[in-house]
């Protein structure tokens, strides 16, 4: 069986920054203090090792899986663009090789808190109706029209983030076969004899406060539209699944799994399954 290779830098977390003057001074004196160990990290000797990592070998794809922000603030993805295009300039890869799906820093909380509440105490009662009203069925009983749109404005910043200032707008919601969640995008200029399929699947849409761990949910419906064709079959080639959270954070988690695992995440239809070795790890 031939061996092919795909070579991706994983990101995660960066959590950017910005005290502002509305902030209370906790918060911006926490900004403050942190400010220096953060420049260390991320800065010359981050930037030096990822130039490292580019030499020794072409990198082809940099996921970012969430957290780009830490309250999911406009202010904040203006100084992680910054921040990310020197990263890419650094590892050589063009923003369309850049692909991200938001985590729960990136969810303005106080935004829409009320739809929000009663979205949640939906996914505790009826997940099924609740996944299969995000992908444009009807809504289930007692949950009322607006509640989606609300819950939309909460990550609304990171999404303009990634529409406009990375031109990214394939990635957005909407834009792919599920109409609320999570983005489908097919690679066939990658070297290999067969397509990529990068799937980003959003865990972040129900987060909200401190205690999201096995309260929120991907819903079967988006890992059945994102990863499957218009004729409900996987996707052909090899697909790649990007997701903040570790899938035991979720309340369906376990489903999840079994989804994942029953379309195989590979090449349906023959013989040879696409296999792809890892560059090196970092």
Not at 71 to 99: H, M, N, S
Not at 108 to 129: C, F
Not at 244 to 271: I, K, N, Q, Y
Request: charged share 25%; proline share 6%.
């Amino acid at each position: 069986m031939t061996t092919h290779h795909l070579r991706i830098l994983h990101l995660s977390d960066l959590h950017e920054r910005v005290a502002l003057p509305w902030m209370n001074d906790d918060r911006r004196t926490k900004i403050r203090v942190r400010a220096a160990s953060r420049v260390r990290v991320l800065e010359s000797n981050f930037l030096d090792e990822l130039a490292q990592i580019a030499r020794a070998g072409r990198i082809d794809l940099v996921c970012f899986t969430g957290d780009v922000a830490d309250w999911g603030l406009p202010e904040e993805y203006a100084r992680a663009k910054t921040r990310l295009r020197d990263i890419l300039q650094r590892v050589e890869v063009a923003p369309q090789r850049l692909f991200l799906v938001p985590g729960n820093h990136d969810v303005q909380r106080p935004t829409a808190a009320e739809a929000w509440q009663q979205v949640r105490q939906l996914a505790a009662v009826n997940p099924d109706g609740l996944s299969d009203w995000l992908a444009g069925l009807e809504p289930p009983y007692g949950a009322a029209p607006e509640w989606l749109e609300a819950m939309t404005s909460r990550t609304a910043a990171f999404w303009n983030w990634v529409e406009v200032d990375w031109g990214r707008g394939e990635l957005c919601p909407g834009r792919g076969r599920h109409p609320r969640l999570g983005f489908a995008v097919r690679l066939d200029d990658l070297g290999l004899p067969f397509p990529v399929h990068i799937v980003g699947l959003d865990s972040a849409w129900l987060c909200g406060d401190d205690h999201d761990a096995t309260q929120i949910m991907l819903g079967a419906s988006q890992i059945d539209l994102l990863g499957r064709d218009d004729n409900a079959q996987p996707l052909a080639g090899f697909r790649l699944g990007l997701v903040h959270h570790p899938l035991g954070h979720l309340a369906d988690g376990l489903p999840c799994r079994r989804l994942l695992a029953d379309t195989s995440w590979r090449e349906s239809g023959s013989a040879e399954v696409p296999r792809i070795a890892p560059r090196g790890k970092r």
